[in-house]
Nanobody, 127 residues
Framework: QVQLVESGGGLVQAGGSLRLSCAASGRTFSNYIMGWFRQAPGKEREFVAAISRSGDNTYYAASMKGRFTISRDNAKNTVYLQIYSLKPEDTAVYYC????????????????????WGQGTQVTVSS
């Protein structure tokens, strides 16, 4: 089992940037595909971005391309989500998620594909 703890959220003005972090513990981090999801009030949890075990493959939701960057540091057991040019509609709880994989370059985007979830970090963007 792997435990995930997100950090880095907060209140920011529109146009600002944030870097979210997700620290993993419990198992070999490099064996896991990592993903970021978000859930706004009254909405379904939606996919944001995912990164393969090795970090050589990333994928973004179409609406997230250009302003979101996912990365990972397997030596630090951490995955990151950099968000640029924040908009009020980015306001949500951001969750990281993990699923083990035997393939170093595979990524997954479906919420139900992930086995482990963090508690989330709140991002609030003011206009």
């Amino acid at each position: 089992q792997v435990q995930l703890v997100e950090s880095g959220g907060g209140l920011v003005q529109a146009g600002g940037s944030l870097r979210l972090s997700c620290a993993a513990s419990g198992r070999t981090f490099s064996n896991y595909i990592m993903g970021w999801f978000r859930q706004a009030p009254g909405k379904e949890r939606e996919f944001v971005a995912a990164i393969s075990r090795s970090g050589d493959n990333t994928y973004y939701a179409a609406s997230m391309k250009g302003r979101f960057t996912i990365s990972r540091d397997n030596a630090k057991n951490t995955v990151y989500l950099q968000i640029y040019s924040l908009k009020p509609e980015d306001t949500a709880v951001y969750y990281c998620a993990a699923v083990p994989s035997s393939h170093p370059s595979v990524i997954l985007t479906a919420r139900d594909a992930y086995d482990y979830w963090g508690q989330g970090t709140q991002v609030t963007v003011s206009s």
